[in-house]
């Protein structure tokens, strides 16, 4: 007997897997039917890999049945489109990559095939990862589950859909400025933003090289803590991986007794213009956090103002330089020109969506000789006080408690033509990438419209067991995070 | 203010082809993101250092078995070229009267 997919947990699908409930192949093979009934509705995945899911949910009843266990082992989940995947298309949400078809895997994929986790297939996102809409993909937006006529946040739309659909168990995403917590807080699941370095980014499609961090979109704080526990870890590919030990981040769960927790509210991010039930959800919450035992201190990041600017300079400016290499030789598309200069040209202007053109041309010009230190280095002079605001608070706290974004869900088409509007979505995010700290965001209630509202829990870097560990004493105690669409 | 005229350098310099409407949209929205940037010129920043990465800097020297660890076949890295001879991607060429790469 099948389980009801659309709250189907990691930790209970291992469960009916152990006990022979269910096989992974039966298992796949219902979410798969599911994605055909919905995705043409929801556009959470971009490709849907029916035959190689069913491959390896093959294999892994084949290692379940010889009598091997693991926390993965046979668990159905999504990839977002910007993890290179063997044999697998993977897009980046862009035209430039519509026909791209990895020879290799990146360092989380192959960690997590080895573990016998099973791809659905990979999800939607802005075009490289450059939106918090989903709006910028090549290939259409993806609706929010919970209202269709709005948008699932950004750029792990299609992750975060995928999982509040029940069209996977749990995804992978990346979060380069918000964007696993973002989409994760607009479908009310849980998400986790790691420290930078704390997974490798080998084949992860760069964006912002010193920003990207590789994520999870899950139902519940636990299973992000097993999925973490697979990805997590240096990697000899990746230089900026840090060969640290790994916690252990399922012991880290030590139930709902926070009591000796120190919870920071910085005053900063609770600013005029933030959604009046948005800001009840998060204060009860924290007053929950309290109930449990934690106390609750106020805290100033007092350079918080300056993470937007300094991100919309610094971001753009790698992503220029990392977008360079789609120049119509290696792969990816080609619009032949008069020349070497020209096709590229041309290539580049057919291939690349109006976003990400602003971005290169952004990042170009704040890197263009005569700009360079009044832009660049001066933003990243500013980070350094943006990064300083955190080392101090987390002198005096354990986490730091806020909204995840000022408001819930917008409608599609809302700011697309207002760029400076859309990144504004932003701003209760972004400093967390530009300090290089992690964080989950965590369902805490939904809106007067029944959109879900985001509690975010900043941990210093490396700290993922902290912030997993209140995550999951919340979510012992409440229910926010078992409603569906 | 940006101009259309600057707008078609940064092009330039990037490599992109812009249509004539793109480039009078980018500088309307690119001088608006640019003000708002020029908030940054308000921050007292004398004597702060910049961050260009999180983490602690450092060498790092990969030992000579790693070499060949993840290197693709000729096969593999030709396999998404848009165009190839099957030992080399193929370009236009790069100099005016060069010979042609095919």
């Known amino acids: ?485 | 203010m940006l101009t259309v005229n600057e707008v078609e350098g940064i092009a330039r310099l990037a490599r992109l082809a812009l249509s004539e409407e793109e480039k009078v949209r980018y500088a309307r929205q690119l001088s608006s993101i640019l003000d708002y940037a020029a908030e940054l010129a308000r921050a007292d920043l004398e004597g702060i250092p910049p961050t260009a990465s999180v983490l602690p800097a450092r060498s790092v020297l990969r030992g000579g078995d790693a070499i060949g660890h993840h290197t693709l076949s000729r096969t593999d890295g030709l396999a998404n070229a848009p165009r190839s001879d099957g030992t080399a991607f193929v370009v236009p060429p790069t100099l005016p009267g060069a010979l042609s790469g095919e």
Request: aromatic share 6%; with cysteine; net charge negative.
């Open chain 1, 1 to 485: 007997m099948l389980p009801d997919l659309s709250t189907l947990t990691v930790h209970a699908a291992r469960e009916g897997l152990r006990s022979r409930a269910f096989s992974a192949v039966a298992l796949t093979q219902a979410f798969l039917d599911r994605i055909t009934a919905l995705n043409p509705t929801l556009n959470a995945y971009l490709t849907v890999d029916a035959d190689g899911a069913l491959a390896m949910a093959t294999a892994a009843d084949a290692r379940i049945v010889a009598g091997e266990d693991g926390p993965l082992l046979g668990v159905p989940i999504a990839l977002k489109d910007v993890l290179v995947t063997r044999g697998v298309r993977t897009t980046a949400g862009s035209k430039i990559l519509a026909d791209y078809v990895p020879v290799w895997d990146a360092t989380v994929v192959a960690r997590l095939r080895a573990a016998g986790a099973v791809f659905l297939g990979k999800t939607n996102t802005d075009e490289f990862a450059m939106g918090s809409s989903t709006e910028n993909s090549a290939f259409g937006v993806t609706r929010n589950p919970w209202a269709h006529d709005r948008v699932p946040g950004g750029s792990s739309g299609g992750s975060g859909a995928a999982v509040a659909a029940g069209l996977c168990c749990a995804a992978l995403g990346t979060d380069t400025g918000g964007s696993v917590r973002l989409p994760a807080a607009f479908c009310g699941v849980t998400g986790l933003k790691n420290s930078y370095g704390r997974v490798s980014r080998y084949g992860l499609i760069a964006f912002g090289s010193s920003l990207d961090s590789i994520g999870i979109l899950a139902r519940d704080a636990r299973d992000a803590a097993s999925i973490n526990a697979v990805i997590a870890g240096h990697d000899p590919q990746d230089a900026t991986s840090l060969d640290a030990p790994v916690p252990d981040y399922t012991a880290a769960l030590t139930g709902p007794d926070l009591r000796g927790l120190r919870i920071g509210v910085p005053r900063e991010y609770f600013i005029e213009g933030i959604q009046p039930e948005v800001e009840a959800a998060v204060r009860a919450a924290i007053d929950g956090l309290v109930a449990l035992g934690a106390t609750c201190h106020e805290v100033s990041l007092p350079n918080t103002s300056l993470g937007l600017p300094v991100y919309y300079l610094i971001a753009p400016a790698e992503a220029s330089a990392n977008l360079a290499r789609f120049d119509g030789v290696k792969y990816g598309l080609r619009i032949e020109g008069d020349g070497l200069e020209s096709m590229m040209r041309e290539t580049r202007g057919a291939g690349f969506g109006p976003e990400v053109k602003r971005r290169i041309m952004l990042g170009t010009y704040a890197l263009s000789a005569g700009y360079h230190d009044a832009y660049y280095t001066r933003a990243q002079r500013a980070r350094t006080l943006i990064k300083r605001d955190f080392d101090h608070a987390f002198e005096h706290v354990d986490v730091i408690a806020s909204p995840v974004a000022p408001g819930t869900a917008f409608r599609i088409g809302e700011h697309v033509d207002d760029p400076l509007q859309m990144y504004l979505e932003d701003v209760f995010t972004i400093n967390m990438n530009l300090a290089g700290i992690c964080g989950v965001s965590v369902p805490c209630g939904l809106d007067s419209n029944r959109l879900p509202i985001g509690l975010q829990l900043m941990a210093p870097a490396f700290g993922e067991a902290i912030a997993l560990r209140v995550a999951d004493a919340y979510q012992r105690v409440t229910a926010h995070h078992l409603q569906r669409p």
